[in-house]
T-cell receptor
Framework: EPEVTQTPSHQVTQMGQEVILRCVPISNHLYFYWYRQILGQKVEFLVSFYNNEISEKSEIFDDQFSVERPDGSNFTLKIRSTKLEDSAMYFC??????????FGPGTRLTVL | GQQVMQIPQYQHVQEGEDFTTYCNSS?????IQWYKQRPGGHPVFLIQ?????EVKKQKRLTFQFGEAKKNSSLHITATQTTDVGTYFC???????????FGQGTILTVHP
């Protein structure tokens, strides 16, 4: 069964550093998402991406965040200057229109 | 924005007992999805409900969407230890598929 993959599985960084989280969505999906989950809390929407542009974003997704689909397979989330409160599990997801989301295994980001 | 209340927050059951989690919204929902997250894992899509009063079954799992499309429930019959995890409802509502997750119900099954 096709699956979403994410790298790295764990990223440790210093506050103020830039990080790039990478995802390979399911190949025939057209909608791509980033969500995050702080330990023990609910899953929070960050951004959705369709047709090579951001379609929706949450208030969490400020100017420090950006997304890109640099080629036909990868989907990346960049955090320009990380803060302590950015520490969380970041999930990439993809879907077909109107269908359930397929989530990747996540990248655990730790900001020191 | 859309908000949803999910209860209970925690549920401990003995293996073989039934389990139910509920989601309630103050606004009418276009659809609702249910996800399961195993400890240390990622959310896994279970089902989507779209129609008023809809009932769907997956083996021991029964999903319901309220007549007014403001609430939903997930019922597990005769729980097993493999059912352990957090069950989330998630509200869909936009054409681009943004989901608003509930707080989740953490299910523990004692053998």
């Amino acid at each position: 069964e096709p699956e979403v993959t994410q790298t790295p599985s764990h990223q440790v960084t210093q506050m103020g550093q830039e990080v790039i989280l990478r995802c390979v969505p399911i190949s025939n999906h057209l909608y791509f998402y980033w969500y995050r989950q702080i330990l023990g809390q609910k899953v929070e929407f960050l951004v959705s991406f369709y047709n090579n542009e951001i379609s929706e974003k949450s208030e969490i997704f400020d100017d420090q965040f950006s997304v890109e689909r640099p080629d036909g397979s990868n989907f990346t989330l960049k955090i320009r200057s990380t803060k302590l409160e950015d520490s969380a599990m970041y999930f990439c997801a993809s879907s077909s229109r109107g269908q359930g989301k397929y989530f990747g295994p996540g990248t655990r980001l730790t900001v020191l | 924005g859309q908000q949803v209340m999910q209860i209970p927050q925690y549920q401990h059951v003995q293996e073989g007992e039934d389990f139910t989690t509920y989601c309630n919204s103050s606004t009418t929902l276009s659809n609702i999805q249910w996800y399961k997250q195993r400890p240390g894992g990622h959310p896994v899509f279970l089902i989507q409900l779209v129609k008023s009063g809809e009932v769907k079954k997956q083996k021991r799992l029964t999903f319901q969407f309220g007549e007014a499309k403001k609430n939903s429930s997930l019922h597990i019959t005769a729980t097993q230890t493999t059912d352990v995890g957090t069950y989330f409802c998630a509200l869909g509502g936009t054409s681009y598929g943004k989901l608003t997750f509930g707080q989740g119900t953490i299910l523990t099954v004692h053998p």
